[in-house]
């Protein structure tokens, strides 16, 4: 939470009340703002690697069916 300087000379009451008066706008502003970074973070960063590894393991994939259908046509061809 945010420290709000004018409170030391506050009582405990009066603290407590402003605490719950400002948190809610203060909790509100953070939220958005790590909400903004969250979506940069993402967008930048992990974006690019998990399109990378998207792309990675659909290159496998075509690998390992022509890789199969090798071992088939061989055995195919093997048994006749």
Do not use: Y
Not at 22 to 41: I, M, Y
């Amino acid at each position: 939470m945010v420290a709000i300087p004018i409170t030391r000379g506050l009582k405990q009451a009066d603290q407590k009340q402003l605490h719950d008066m400002l948190g809610p706008v203060a909790q509100t502003w953070l939220n958005n703002k790590f909400q903004k970074v969250r979506e940069l973070f993402e967008l930048e960063i992990t974006g690019e690697i998990l399109r990378t590894a998207e792309q990675a393991a659909e290159e496998a994939e075509r690998l390992i069916a022509a890789a199969s259908e090798c071992l088939t046509f061989k055995t195919e061809d093997t048994i006749r």
